[in-house]
């Protein structure tokens, strides 16, 4: 045989090995859960930490329950045009594995869509999906998975893309622009998603009964319904009612079962917020939170070792938190603080700038920081997440690629 013949049929094995290969590549587990914690840098995590360690009468050594997951790596998350990301190109990046420019929102840099981890999954594999935030659900990081906009700020046109989406649970805070916004009025969103399929659930209990009915769900609280979502105001205030973002994770096991292939991309929104604020135990409490919810998906995990995948990572750093100064940190100062006012830190800004001087913790910014982000990750091809990744790695990793 010629020279060139051998090597035409070489080249002929290694292309059908090839082929062979992405053909029978397949998502790394049959359940997936992605947790994203806005805002959350490895700073946040140190001083939630040294706070549940001052908790119980230590210096140290208390942890979250992600923080003890055996796989850590860090991720790079600048956009494509900037080094420091905002949460819609960073979430497009988690979701979507690609970058585009700050603000925009499941779309390339030339405004083309992308298709996100969610909708491969359900489209061509089959699973059924839930995002949940407790922030807005058409918010920047939970719509990423779902929505192409050039602006994040469609709120309106963002919801609509809900229905095309064909995703089984929607749960968060409310629906920012639910009814248009004062230049364009538009009729309310509810009666959209209605027609189209969805149960729009307000509160806890209009969510067990739409569960029971095993019905598309999109949830907001209660205290939401028909009026504009307020931003978090980093007060630690919760009205009489309001889901936890741990219950909605309950939620969505609980409609999902264990006998289909599930995705689950959940935010804890409201750590961003308080580092925007720079107030300490908002952000605190947004950690915790996230992580009360990470403890559900854990004991699922327990019950499917072999088949579950949980990963908890950031879409950036907000704040620049430092824990600290000179050698030492005055929790107490934070806590008194935090109780002697129903557990509010409502404070002025004059106010809460003279009690992080107190309690000896500083920001360096009341915005996002570049600095790279933490990832953890736990069960089957939880391997993969270890070492040094960019955000965009993410959706391949769950991919099976």
């Known amino acids: ?54 908790k119980a009468g230590k210096l140290g050594g208390e942890q979250l329950l992600f923080t003890t997951f055996p796989y850590f790596g860090t991720a790079t998350n600048y956009s494509a045009n900037s080094p420091v990301t905002d949460s819609s190109a960073a979430g ?9 420019n700050n603000s925009w929102l499941g779309v390339d840099p030339e405004g083309n869509p992308y298709e996100s981890v969610a909708e491969v999954l359900k489209d061509e594999y089959g699973y059924k999906v839930a995002v949940i935030s407790n922030v807005p659900v058409n918010h920047a990081t939970p719509a990423s998975f779902y929505a192409h906009n ?30 248009g916004n004062r230049f364009k ?15 729009v659930c307000w509160g806890k209990e209009e969510l067990a009964e739409g569960i029971a009915n095993g019905d598309k769900i999109v949830f907001g609280q209660i205290y939401n ?10 007060t630690g205030n919760k009205p009489e009612g309001d889901a936890t973002l741990a219950e909605m994770v309950e939620g969505a ?42 403890k559900k998906a854990y004991e699922f995990y327990l019950k499917h070792p072999k088949e579950t995948l949980i990963i908890v990572t950031s879409d950036h750093e907000t704040g ?22 129903n557990q509010s830190n409502n404070l002025s800004t004059e106010e809460n700038n003279e009690l992080n001087k107190q309690g000896l913790i500083g920001w360096t910014t009341g915005d996002h920081t570049g600095g790279a982000v933490p990832v953890y990750a736990i069960g089957k091809g939880a391997e993969k997440f270890s070492g040094r990744i960019d955000n965009t790695d993410i959706k391949g990793k769950i991919l099976g690629k």
């Open 150 to 179: 050039k602006s994040r700020h469609a709120n309106y046109e963002i919801l609509k893309e809900i229905p095309e989406s064909g995703f089984e649970y929607f749960a968060g805070a409310g629906m920012m622009s639910f009814a």
């Open 92 to 100: 497009t990046a988690i979701a979507c594995g690609g970058k585009t």
């Open 1 to 54: 045989m010629k020279r060139s013949k051998i090597l035409s049929v070489i080249s002929a094995i290694f292309a059908l090995v090839i082929f062979s290969a992405s053909a029978v590549a397949k998502p790394t587990a049959k359940y997936v859960f992605l947790f994203i914690g806005d805002g959350m840098g490895t700073s946040h995590v140190d001083v939630t930490e040294s706070y549940l360690s001052y």
């Open 225 to 234: 319904k028909d009026v504009e979502p307020k931003n978090y105001d980093t």
């Open 320 to 341: 620049g938190i430092a824990l600290g100064h000179r050698y030492n940190v005055n929790w107490k100062v934070f806590e008194d603080s935090w109780n002697e006012n």
């Open 185 to 199: 009025p538009e009729r309310n969103i509810s009666e959209y998603l209605e027609e189209n399929g969805y149960n």
């Open 253 to 294: 096991l609980e409609l999902f079962g264990d006998k289909k292939p599930f995705f689950m991309a959940i935010e804890g929104g409201e750590i961003d917020w308080g580092g925007h604020s720079n107030k300490v135990m908002p952000t605190v409490m947004g950690v915790i939170d996230m992580d009360n919810a990470i």
